[in-house]
Each structure stands twice: as C-alpha cells, then as structure tokens.
Nanobody, 115 residues
Framework: QVQLVESGGGLVQPGGSLRLSCAAS????????MGWYRQAPGKQRELVAS???????NYADSVKGRFTISRDNAKKMVHLQMNNLKPEDTAVYYC?????????WGQGTQVTVSL
C-alpha cells in the first residue's frame, strides 16, 4: 500500500512563499510521475504541476513562472515551491502518484493566502 504524506501548508500573505513537500512510502518511487493538485471550496480539483520519472515538468497556466515542482528520488519526495502567492491560490493541495493500475493520493494540506 502506498502512502503519500503532504506537509508545508499554512497561512501566508499575498506575495509570500511556501514550500510543500510530499513523502512517499513504498520501495519504488523514481519510475512514477508525481503531481500536485489543488481544490478550492466549491471548485473541482485541478492539476497544479506534475513531474515525470525523467524530470519533465508540466504546469497549469495560472502558476507558470511562480511555482516550481521538483523531486528527490533518493528520499522519495516531491516538492512544490510556491512564490508570489495570490489569494486565488488558496486551496487544499494534494500530492498524487500515477501508477499504471491506479493513482494514489495524499490527505492534502491547506494553503491559505490572505492578509
């Protein structure tokens, strides 16, 4: 069973930064695409950023130039550096691991951007 545990969320003022981390269990990590998704109240869950096993990245247009996804295969972790945060970035952020049979999700971490 795969477990994904997110950390690093919190309350930050507009223009501030946060770094989210996701720690994965299981013996294999490097071969899977990892992603960060978010869900704001009343909205559907959406992709924020993803990183493939080879290190290719993909970002939502709304976060390009502000967010950076990275992975540390040795530590089985994926990170999301979020800069210049805006109130519209407020959401629960989820880590996801894509496997051929199914995807696994973390429990989520709250990010609130407010004065």
């Amino acid at each position: 069973q795969v477990q994904l545990v997110e950390s690093g969320g919190g309350l930050v003022q507009p223009g501030g930064s946060l770094r989210l981390s996701c720690a994965a269990s299981g013996s294999i990590f490097s071969i899977y695409t990892m992603g960060w998704y978010r869900q704001a109240p009343g909205k559907q869950r959406e992709l924020v950023a993803s990183i493939s096993s080879g290190g290719s990245t993909n970002y939502a247009d709304s976060v390009k130039g502000r967010f950076t996804i990275s992975r540390d295969n040795a530590k089985k972790m994926v990170h999301l550096q979020m800069n210049n945060l805006k109130p519209e970035d407020t959401a629960v952020y989820y880590c996801r691991q894509d496997r051929s049979a199914r995807a696994y999700w973390g429990q989520g971490t709250q990010v609130t951007v407010s004065l």
